[in-house]
């Protein structure tokens, strides 16, 4: 059994809740805010914390829904601008750096996702405290763990938002740079809405060559799911890392 209680925990085989994971939810909140985007509507940074802890305290951690975490994004809806929007899929550190030089931004960029980026929490039965010990993995435990069910219901929002033109980041040093069961794959491509526009970059490391480009079959996977749903697409192949920033 994955959850035999040892001194009342129990023992995942995912790494545990940050540790001062309130603390770093409530100052993230405040440096958003008050530094980061202080035109937004002023937005209150206590019942956000409050908000996102009572998601998860006290609950069995294998069975988070998507409804556990409404009233959090309705607190903070993950929108942005139209035509600002970037999706990425294993180039987290280059679509960041991407968005940095424009005008765009990536989910981190809304007010929830920059909460919760790179953090890890869960709670457990019949206690008020986060498991600073183990959490749920995906993989392992259960897909039903607070973590991923966040990442992939703050992710539909964010696509779901989507307007105009929006671009997506992909790892032309993979070899198949659309992966049907990764985020973007599973949750975000699938609810884009009809007549909004997907600008697909494939990049890959510089000095080697790609290893997938536009007419490759992970390529065309992706272009099936966005015309069934009359999503227009564009895609740009073969460009390094170096060529990709600089052009941006
Ligand atoms: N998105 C998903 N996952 C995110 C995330 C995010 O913004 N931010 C973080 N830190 N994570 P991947 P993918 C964490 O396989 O599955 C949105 C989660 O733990 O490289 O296609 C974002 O809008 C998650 O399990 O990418 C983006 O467009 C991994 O990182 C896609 O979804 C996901 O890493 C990316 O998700």
């Known amino acids: 059994d994955c959850c035999t209680p040892i001194k009342k925990l129990c023992w995942w085989h995912g790494v545990g809740s940050t540790a001062d994971f309130q603390k770093i939810i409530q100052e993230r909140c405040d440096t958003y805010t008050q530094t980061i985007r202080p035109g937004s509507r002023s937005r209150n940074c206590q019942a956000i914390r409050q908000a996102f802890m009572s998601t998860f305290i006290s609950k069995d951690p294998c069975k988070a829904t998507k409804e556990d975490y409404n009233s959090l994004i309705n607190l903070a809806p993950p929108t942005v601008p139209c035509g600002q929007q970037v999706f990425w899929s294993k180039t987290k550190e280059l679509a960041h750096e991407y968005v940095k030089r424009q005008r765009l931004m990536t989910l981190e960029d809304t007010l929830l996702g920059y909460l919760a980026d790179g953090l890890s929490w869960c709670g457990e039965p019949g206690s008020s405290d986060l498991n600073i010990w183990s959490c749920p993995d995906w993989r392992k435990d259960c897909r039903t763990n607070y973590l991923s069910v966040f990442w992939e219901v703050l992710s539909e929002r964010f696509a779901e938002s989507a307007c105009s033109t929006v671009r997506v980041v992909l790892n032309g040093s993979l070899e198949n740079a659309f992966d049907s069961m990764s985020i973007f794959g599973r949750v975000e491509a699938p609810n884009l809405r009809p007549q909004v526009e997907l600008e697909a970059w494939l990049?890959?490391?510089?000095?080697?060559?790609?290893?997938?480009?536009?007419?490759g079959s992970s390529i065309r996977k992706l272009k099936s799911i966005l015309d069934g749903r009359n999503v227009k697409f564009r895609c740009m192949d073969n460009l390094s890392r170096d060529q990709f920033l600089q052009r941006s």
């Open 203 to 215: 990049v890959h490391d510089t000095g080697k060559p790609p290893s997938d480009s536009c007419s």
